[in-house]
């Protein structure tokens, strides 16, 4: 089968095509022939060497496909249903097949492409848990960064099916203002620009929003920090900018500010309570109250320009890659 392989750490290009024999699932795991991936950007800082893992590595976490083959314990009716599901050691999904824990893998319903179904899953999960532990409540002014993102774009879409309002959507270029307007933001800013945040003050009436949402961290995180009301919630899930936020601790306990890692709440529930975020992503996907925009559909052996793509800052929604 083919396999995108990265036998040392660098730019897009040290990602290469490979033939290699196809994976075998072992007790509790299932085998996945892939007909689309996700490409994320958190796979560009593995691969840059910025969060390394052991040499060689398989890069790709996000699968779609059919499952072939399970193996001992698993329910071997589950042979040739349509499925997503998280790689093994999230590692190996650029791949003709991958293989997954069984407890990974989610039917995808009849209604629902892979197309949508691989970007909705894991972001949509992500976005879900992220907002529960938010405790965002219908009211609530509510800010999100990287808003035309893969996760910002579900935050955006599912803060207002929770009837948070007006909800922001911060993007890092004019040219995505009116894709988190078509997410559903009320208000949108720029933060590459000057006067964002008084922008968020004023459309919530001078205060700052009251819970804020920031994977961007570094300058744009401080800002979004400032952005927040007094008696606010910031919530941190990511470090897109290569740093994480400075978090002033004079500014948090002068304006009771409530610092909290959504994130790691979210991950550090009970299994069936992650497994029912992903159930309940795909059930909005096909209500239609969540929808994936993708950027580009590249051909497996078109994984470095994906990867281009995400460095680019430039991407609107999701990057996929095919095998069919």
Request: proline share 6%.
């Amino acid at each position: 089968m083919r396999i995108v392989r990265v036998r040392e750490f660098g730019p897009p290009q040290v990602m290469r095509i490979e033939e290699a024999d196809a994976p075998r699932p072992a007790a509790g795991q299932v085998a996945v022939a892939v007909e689309v991936a996700g490409a994320i950007y958190a796979e560009t800082i593995v691969r840059s060497g910025r969060y390394p893992l052991p040499l060689p590595y398989d890069p790709g976490i996000e699968v779609g496909g059919r499952v072939t083959e399970v193996g001992p314990d698993v329910d071997p009716s589950l042979v040739g249903t349509r499925v997503v599901a998280t790689s093994l050691g999230n590692t190996g999904g650029y791949a003709e097949v991958a293989v997954a824990a069984s407890g990974d893998v989610f039917a995808v319903p009849d209604a629902l492409t892979l197309e949508q179904a691989v970007p909705v899953f894991q972001a949509g999960a992500v976005a879900v848990g992220v907002l529960t532990a938010m405790g965002v409540r219908a009211g609530e002014s509510v800010l999100v960064t990287a808003a035309a993102g893969r996760i910002g774009s579900m935050l955006v879409q599912l803060a207002g099916r929770l009837g948070a309002g007006p909800v922001i959507g911060g993007v890092g270029g004019p040219g995505k203002r009116d894709a988190a307007a078509g997410f559903g933001a009320d208000v949108t800013v720029d933060y590459g620009g000057p006067g964002w945040v008084e922008t968020v003050r004023k459309a919530t009436g001078g205060r700052g929003a009251d819970v804020v949402v920031d994977a961007i961290g570094g300058a744009i995180g401080a800002q979004a920090l400032e952005a927040t009301a007094d008696g606010g919630r910031f919530g941190v899930y990511g470090f897109a900018s290569g740093t994480w936020t400075p978090i002033d601790t004079l500014q948090v306990v002068r304006r009771g500010l409530s610092v909290i890692g959504p994130l790691g709440i979210a991950l550090a529930r009970p299994r069936a309570e992650q497994r029912a975020d992903v159930e309940q992503a795909l059930a909005a996907a096909v209500a239609g109250d969540l929808t994936a925009r993708v950027h580009a559909v590249y051909p497996l052996e078109d994984a470095v320009q994906a990867h281009l793509d995400l460095e680019s800052r430039r991407t609107v929604g999701a990057v996929l890659l095919s095998t069919r």
